[in-house]
């Protein structure tokens, strides 16, 4: 399973770190996506991290997050900085396997916002950016 943690209550400008943990499986080679999705909005891709480490950005917090992986400890870290209200919402985890049914090749770009290609979700948590 996939359990994220990290969130909280911030005030504009300031800064969370964000985990995605997998517990059970081995997670070399799943691509790893985080999505948000605020109150009465669609779920929206936020930053995603292959298998072969490349990272793609929504434009919205591209210079402001870093995504990173340590399959070591089956986790995937969202940096997220000088966060803006419209930052809030539950945030999401996605995991994909690439070695399944056959293996395929990494996903780069913004097609790894597509969020049915995810098998795997955490249960989400919550950001709140208030002043």
């Known amino acids: 399973r996939l359990v994220e943690s990290g969130g909280g209550l911030v005030h504009p400008g300031e800064s969370l770190r964000l985990s995605c943990t997998a517990s059970?499986?081995?997670?070399?080679?799943?691509?790893i996506a985080w999505f948000r999705q605020a109150p009465g909005k669609e779920r929206e891709g936020v930053a995603c991290i292959s298998f072969d480490t490349s990272t793609f950005y929504a434009d919205s917090i591209k210079g402001r997050a870093t995504i990173a992986r340590d399959n070591d400890k089956n986790t995937v870290v969202l940096q997220l900085n000088s966060l803006k209200p419209e930052d809030a919402g539950v945030y999401f985890c996605?995991?994909?396997?690439?070695?399944?049914?056959?293996?395929?090749?990494?996903?780069?770009?913004?097609?790894?916002?597509?969020?049915?290609?995810?098998?795997?979700w955490g249960q989400g948590t919550q950001v709140t950016v208030s002043s």
């Open positions: 996605g995991a994909v396997d690439m070695k399944v049914p056959i293996t395929q090749p990494p996903i780069h770009g913004s097609t790894c916002f597509k969020i049915a290609q995810y098998d795997y």
């Open positions: 059970g499986w081995n997670f070399d080679y799943y691509d």
